[in-house]
């Protein structure tokens, strides 16, 4: 067991599960959800998945990965048999799939942040086009400067920090990386935000992402909200139980969940709290009514419009420091998302953490290079015949996302059937002395056994409702 590595301690632990939860999710997706869902009552109904579908299921996956010490599928295979290995396989397998996009994603960032920070992406003045051309510049051999700055290189260097961190082991690798990043992440968010709120026609973005609008309230706001949340908890694939696998028998796991869940929550509703006000300045300085904040556009074509707004030296600035954050809040989630493999081969092939690691994320890299080909360079990626046109970065999420509920849904089956909740709450009740006779031990019986495999259940079904049929068409 020495060998596996584990978490120093509480704050290690909470900071790094923090830091897999805290992600692309939080910064990019959240805020444009909540400002078309009704602003607070998004917030509110996000609070609400997170209390009673995303903590109870997090507990449960730390403590399967705790009690078991072991990668996904180990986990499975050791408390469930072979049959559940297959679960544990799936979860890393669909782990993988998310890195391969989420990697390329993160690769955009990391370029925008170096365009920003060290080249002229500011002086531009069609951000949009800029955005077309630079997510098709995927590899420039003309030049070493155009090299320099292909997608295809940015991609790589973000998986090679990556593999470097996730290849020094747990303590001295994404431990470490993790207690460095997630501070600077906060304090990043926390300049930005007051900095936003100083601008002209702040409080109008302040207003329009904070006072409830119960006329958005639709069905559909719910299903954004609980599957939002399930994703930006990381929950599904056997992230936390791979983490809660290097985690010390004394430590209090449901405390730990709770802290998690706020940081997690707490930055995605900051970063709301960024956004707006920076959105609604530019409003205000091109004197439209709104400009649209959906998708990709939000943080790769409106935002740097906003840090060209502000001038060349604090557009640099405030534009550095922000892709920065967005940075670090992905570099701390592909580690996440790498760990789950690179633990499946490390426990059950017994091959050398280093090598897995980088072996790993070539692997996954050239899983990459179709979603970075689908945006436009191959038409048949960009445009897929099978899936209503949509292209292949798209498809590829959205199928992950389905995956994640149902992955969620059979682990709450695979506690309550087969590795039995008295086992979970005897794991719970390990550095947690109190547990056996509180309310929260109900309560977390009571959801995972109905509520969360219900919810997830009808999640899922919803998803593939919606992505492959339309879900104004059949509802
Ligand atoms: N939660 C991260 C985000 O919000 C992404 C992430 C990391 C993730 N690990 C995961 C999502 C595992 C699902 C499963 O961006």
């Not at 998986?159 to 994404?174: E, H």
């Amino acid at each position: 067991m020495a060998t596996r590595g584990n978490f120093s301690g509480r704050v290690g632990f909470i900071l790094t599960a923090a830091g897999s939860a805290v992600g692309l999710g939080n910064i990019w997706k959240f805020p444009y959800l909540a400002g078309q869902n009704g602003g607070a009552v998004f917030l509110f109904i996000y609070l609400f998945c997170i209390f009673l579908l995303c903590y109870p299921v997090m507990v449960g996956e730390i403590s399967i990965g705790r009690h078991a010490g072991l990668d996904a599928y180990g986990s499975y295979n050791k408390l469930g048999g072979p049959r559940w290995g297959y679960l544990g396989l799936f979860g890393i397998t669909v782990g993988v799939f998310i890195l391969s996009f989420y990697n390329v994603v993160a690769g955009w960032a990391f370029g925008y942040f170096l365009h920003i920070s060290f080249g002229d992406l500011l002086s531009e003045t069609d951000y949009s086009s800029f955005f077309g051309f630079f997510v098709n510049d995927i590899l420039d051999l003309t030049s070493a400067e155009g090299l320099a700055n292909s997608n295809f290189i940015f991609s790589a260097v973000f998986m090679a920090m990556t593999a470097l961190i996730v290849g020094r082991g747990i303590q001295k690798g994404i431990e470490a990386a993790n207690k460095i990043m997630m501070p600077i992440l906060y304090l990043i968010l926390i300049c930005i935000i007051v900095y936003a709120l100083t601008l002209p026609n702040a409080m109008s973005g302040v207003r329009y992402y904070l006072i409830p609008d119960l006329g958005e309230l639709k069905i559909q706001t719910l299903f954004e909200g609980l599957k939002q949340a399930f994703f930006s908890l990381s929950l599904g694939m056997g992230t936390l139980m791979t983490y809660g696998s290097y985690l010390k028998k004394n430590e209090n796991i449901p405390s730990s969940v709770a802290v998690i869940s706020i940081a997690d929550t707490s930055v995605a509703f900051l970063a709301g709290l960024m956004v707006f006000p920076l959105v609604h300045f530019l409003q205000y300085k091109l004197q439209v009514t709104e400009v649209a904040t959906a998708g990709p556009p939000l943080i790769f074509i409106v935002l740097p419009q906003i840090f060209h707004e502000m001038g060349p030296l604090l557009g640099k600035v405030i534009g550095g420091l922000f892709f920065l954050l967005v940075c670090f809040a992905a570099l701390t989630s592909t580690i996440s998302l790498l760990e789950v493999p690179v633990a499946y081969l490390v426990d059950q092939k017994k091959m050398r953490r280093r090598v897995v690691s980088w072996g790993l994320a070539l692997l996954i890299f050239v899983l990459g290079l179709p979603v970075m080909a689908s945006q436009g360079m191959v038409p048949a990626l960009n445009k897929l015949a099978f899936y209503k046109g949509q292209d292949y970065l798209v498809f590829i999420s959205d199928m992950c996302d389905i995956s994640l509920t149902v992955g969620g849904c059979l682990m709450c089956i695979f506690v309550v059937r087969q590795w039995k909740l008295k086992n979970m709450n005897e794991e719970l009740s390990l550095g947690n002395p109190g547990y056996n006779a509180s309310f929260l031990k109900k309560y977390l019986n009571f959801t995972i056994q109905y509520v969360c495999p219900v919810l997830l259940g009808i999640l899922s079904i919803m998803i593939i409702i919606d992505k492959f049929f339309g879900i104004e068409r059949v509802f």
